[in-house]
């Protein structure tokens, strides 16, 4: 009779006591205060600076006094005609050992270029149009590479325009697209 009051007692009495237990370990875990302290984290917005030297890097390793096979000069690879254009008409020489005349090239070409392409900058800036993501930044770069006329044929005919060395001008537009520039 003592072992059935025994056995009774450990199927009430131990049910009560392993409830007990959780009960009192879910309690501990619930008493535990987790802190979280805000980290700031920086991130560097790519700037007009970053873009010229990203530029200059893919068109000439931002060499000033280069000239490649095509006759382009300089840290941007300008052509003849281009810098005209842009109301320069040095010679070469003076143009290749002018570091100052080359960045006022580009801030030229930079600018006439996005009064060109404002329109469809304004226009279609944040969406895809035929596949490529369009930023001002990315159309810019495009329009150094191709010419205004022809990212303006991309937009409205899909144009691909390739440069002497295979270039395709939609590469620029997406290797070039994440730049914040002063224009």
Known sequence: MKKLIAMIMCGIILPIIIAFTTIKQTRQVESIKL???PVKIKI???NHSDFLDA???FESS???NIINRFGYMGRYQFGE???ESIGIDVSRKTFLNSPDLQEEAMDRLLTQNYKSL???INKYE???VHGILITK???LAAAHLAGAGNVRKFFRKGYEFRDGNGTKMTSYMEIFSDYQLDI
């Open 137 to 139: 930044s990315g159309v």
């Open 55 to 57: 530029i200059g890097h």
């Open 44 to 46: 560097k917005t790519k």
């Open 126 to 128: 944040g969406k895809y």
């Open 35 to 37: 802190e979280l302290k």
């Open 118 to 120: 404002r329109r469809y």
């Open 62 to 64: 931002n060499r000033y």
């Open 81 to 83: 005609s281009t810098l």
